[in-house]
């Protein structure tokens, strides 16, 4: 897994409800094997039309947009069915941080155990970045894992964000859930030296 400690990126605005896992990575582009190449069909449904070319006023359609590593969407992120896919398609595009109101709970959890950040902000943060959005403002960011804060570059508002520690410390060192007990092989090897079985 990829390390993530501080994170600086203008932000993609999609300010849309209840975007659901469907929508992140349609249902028919799930029968890969591997999680490399679905980036590619990141929010399918609205970034092409039905003779696959790009609808010009979707937002990953935009140049201004190219690069950029933070999502900023509507309240009830990921919720629909628990596709561990939708956190893949995410990553593989370069998304690092999704910035929403609300998260539905399996898609935090997938997103964690993937190097997605999930940021949950107030509804008032979030309406304050869409309304930078609005005004025709290039909206950045500098997301603090450590300190658990998101700042606005531009005006230096700033929120506090909630994590599970041990979430935290995976994503800070890279690690997996095995890469966790690996990184506690000698304190394991200690306590099973002092707590023998016989």
Known sequence: MQKFI?????????PIENIDTDQIIPARFLKATTRDGFGENLFRDWRYDANNQPIADFVLNNPQYKGNSVLVAGENFGCGSSREHAAWAL???GIR????????DIFRGNALNNSVLPVQVS????????????QGQEVSVTVDLEA???ILDHTQESESFDIDPYKKTCLINGYDDIDY????????KKFEVQHPLF
């Not at 941080?97 to 539905?104: G, M, N, Q, T």
């Not at 007990?181 to 394991?188: F, G, N, Q, W």
């Open 97 to 104: 941080v999704v910035v929403s109101s609300f998260f539905a």
């Open 6 to 14: 501080k994170l600086n990126s203008p932000i993609i605005p999609l």
């Open 181 to 188: 007990l690996l990184s506690m092989k000698e304190e394991i």
């Open 123 to 134: 509804k008032s943060f979030l309406a304050r970045i869409f309304s930078f959005v609005e």
């Open 148 to 150: 658990q804060t998101i």
């Open 91 to 93: 990553h593989d595009y």
